[in-house]
């Protein structure tokens, strides 16, 4: 395949070349790239990858679906063919955003029907003992679980605190399985810090990135934030300082944070923060990468996530492991496509203002994949850890390529899909011998909606995420009829 022309992004006055996973470049050309700059995103892939690699094999379904008994193949079949009828999903995200939830017979009804299809089918269980009896089940099937506590836009120190304590009890709750059975406890900083003060965090460490004199005294040790790309319209005008029971409620929010990892810490699972909409975003880096100072001096302990659909997200990066290497430090990082599409755009279409997120699919993928390029080649200097969460087959070949050229094992690098999506991904991942998780959220129905609701968008659709999974379950489904006929 053709090397990819070198790109310059916008990152005045950094430039860095990138070339995505699907290119190939000989010993020389590779050795002389990573000369250029350490700056730069570079390229190592030999032209194939060592006789000795495995495949991922998704065309043998006997195999990928081996561990999953009939009525499960049947059940999940069918919720994502229902997911994917267009109408179904129209009528019923309008009800469950309409005032009919209001009405508590129709909300009772509607929580009912949830619950016993979509619900269980994309969520672990309303709490952490159900959700822990989930991960040990998949466990059994040769894939862990990234376990997210799900509730999202905490209002007060109250709700900040009921939600810590519960992701406390998930910790220990974990405990009670296999050791490496939970590969990650999840954490979405907005559940342990007022939503609103989280944003009025984010207006000041944007106006602070377009004015570097103004002065936050209450901001902690982090690590760069913004690109030159990242957008700051959400702060068209200078706000107002926070007052001192803000600042005491930032402390508690950051003592809630430094509770929690201590506690993963002891039962030696490590703590991945989610990444959110772009508004509140520049807080939960902050957050992220001050922990990541704390805890990530030996090993990649508190993991960040990175959003490949944003525009900025090759040159944040870029930043953060920079950061993170001159700290002496090791980045963690999720790296996702993203999952706030249509929010973000409305809201930057209704500012005036150019949309944060790539202008095509395509760009998107490319983003991606040189994100991924650019981890694994950090994992083979020692100096960066990553889950690559993909749905995306062709993403996912093309770094397993990679990561068995590079001689990449399981320590630093983790597969991840999200429970209930991509089966058949996972499963060929963990036959080629890749470690894989599946990011499953709980909490009660009520506090899930908001999760439940963006899974209908992704598999809305023939053509959908959920295309390949239909399809092979279909195959599976006829041979094991044929099979049992016979």
């Known amino acids: 395949m053709a090397s990819r022309m070198v790109r310059s992004l916008p990152l005045n006055p950094l430039r860095f070349r990138c070339r995505s996973l699907n290119s190939t470049a000989s010993s020389d050309a590779a050795a002389a790239a990573a000369a250029v700059s350490p700056l730069n995103f570079v390229e190592k892939l030999s032209p194939a990858a060592p006789a000795a690699a495995k495949t991922i094999d998704l065309d043998n379904t006997e195999r990928l679906f081996a561990g999953l008994p009939t009525t499960k193949l049947l059940r999940s079949s069918a919720i994502l063919h229902a997911v994917a009828v267009e109408p179904t999903v129209d009528v019923g995200s309008w009800v469950m955003r309409s005032r009919l939830m209001d009405v508590a017979p129709v909300r009772g009804a509607v929580l009912r029907v949830v619950k016993h299809t979509f619900f269980e089918h994309f969520c672990a269980?309303?709490?952490?003992?159900?959700?822990?009896?989930?991960?040990?089940?998949?466990?059994?099937?040769?894939?862990?679980?990234?376990?997210?506590?799900?509730?999202?836009?905490?209002?007060?120190?109250?709700?900040?605190?009921?939600?810590?304590?519960?992701?406390?009890?998930?910790?220990e709750s974990a405990r009670s399985l296999p050791p490496s059975s939970v590969s990650f406890i999840v954490v979405k900083i907005t559940a342990i810090c007022p939503i609103d003060l989280l944003g009025r965090v984010s207006d000041l460490l944007r106006w602070q990135c377009k004015d570097p004199s103004f002065q936050l005294p209450w901001k902690r040790d982090s690590f760069?934030?913004?690109?030159?790309?990242?957008?700051?319209?959400?702060?068209?005008?200078?706000?107002?300082?926070?007052?001192?029971?803000?600042?005491?409620?930032?402390l508690l929010a950051h003592q809630r944070l430094q509770t929690?990892?201590?506690?993963?810490?002891?039962?030696?699972?490590?703590?991945?923060?989610?990444?959110?909409?772009?508004?509140?975003?520049?807080g939960i880096d902050y957050f992220t990468y001050a922990a990541v100072i704390t805890h990530n001096k030996h090993e990649p302990f508190v993991y960040g996530t990175m959003q490949a659909y944003r525009k900025d997200a090759r040159e944040r990066l870029l930043l953060a492991s920079e950061e993170a290497e001159k700290r002496g430090v090791v980045m963690g990082i999720k790296l996702v496509r993203g999952a706030y599409m249509p929010s973000e755009r409305k809201l930057a279409d209704s500012l005036g203002q150019e949309s944060p997120i790539h202008n095509t699919i395509q760009d998107t993928h490319d983003c991606y994949n040189e994100c991924a390029s650019f981890m694994l080649e950090k994992i083979t200097s020692r100096s960066g850890a990553v889950v690559l969460a993909t749905h995306n087959v062709k993403s996912g070949k093309l770094a397993a390529a990679k990561a068995r050229d590079l001689g990449i094992g399981n320590q630093k690098l983790e597969f991840a899909q999200l429970y209930g999506m991509a089966e058949s991904f996972s499963f060929g991942l963990r036959n080629a011998g890749f470690q894989v998780s599946k990011y499953m959220p709980f909490g009660n129905v009520d506090m899930v909606i908001p999760y439940l609701l963006r899974r209908a968008e992704e598999n809305r659709g023939m053509l959908s995420a959920s295309t390949l999974d239909r399809q092979l379950m279909r195959k599976e489904l006829w041979r094991r009829l044929k099979a049992a006929t016979l």
């Open 125 to 171: 269980g309303e709490d952490a003992e159900e959700a822990v009896r989930t991960v040990g089940k998949l466990n059994r099937t040769g894939l862990r679980g990234m376990l997210d506590y799900a509730p999202e836009d905490a209002e007060d120190n109250e709700a900040c605190d009921r939600n810590t304590a519960e992701f406390l009890r998930t910790v």
């Open 224 to 250: 760069p934030i913004f690109s030159a790309s990242s957008p700051l319209y959400h702060t068209p005008r200078q706000p107002e300082h926070l007052t001192p029971q803000e600042e005491r409620d930032l």
């Open 260 to 282: 929690l990892c201590q506690k993963c810490q002891e039962a030696n699972i490590p703590l991945c923060v989610d990444a959110e909409s772009t508004a509140v975003q520049p």
